[in-house]
């Protein structure tokens, strides 16, 4: 009985940098963890990032460890995704997502309907 809406996706050139954000609404107990997956053309949607409620369990894919920072407010139900010196292959739809873990794509109980980031090269 959640719904999440993201935004923040666009076009940038390789190095730049793009603020996603994610709010939820609804019934959010299933909000324990939030965080993002992406999708690219051709491709099997991939974890990205997942953000606890307690700092320590925040987690990245290696692939974007010191670039991509994510962070969360729980006041008002929002977690966002900073994306630092983006390059082309980071180029996908990105989707928020939240559940009471974020281990795999099965246990995700919520997504949003996803937001398009483009990397130029």
């Known amino acids: 009985q959640v719904q999440l809406v993201e935004s923040g996706g666009g076009l940038v050139q390789a190095g730049g940098s793009l603020r996603l954000s994610c709010a939820a609404s609804?019934?959010?107990?299933?909000?324990?963890?939030m965080g993002w997956f992406r999708q690219a053309p051709g491709k099997e949607r991939e974890f990205v990032a997942s953000?606890?409620?307690?700092?320590?369990?925040?987690y990245y894919a290696d692939s974007v460890k010191g670039r991509f920072t994510g962070s969360r407010d729980d006041a008002k139900n929002t977690v966002w995704l900073q994306m630092d010196s983006l390059k082309p292959e980071d180029t996908a739809v990105y989707y928020c997502?939240?559940?009471?873990?974020?281990?795999?794509?099965?246990?995700?109980?919520?997504w949003g309907q996803g937001t398009q980031v483009t990397v130029s090269s």
């Open positions: 953000i606890g409620r307690s700092a320590p369990n925040t």
């Open positions: 997502a939240a559940g009471f873990t974020l281990a795999t794509i099965a246990s995700v109980t919520t």
């Open positions: 609804g019934r959010t107990y299933s909000t324990h963890v």
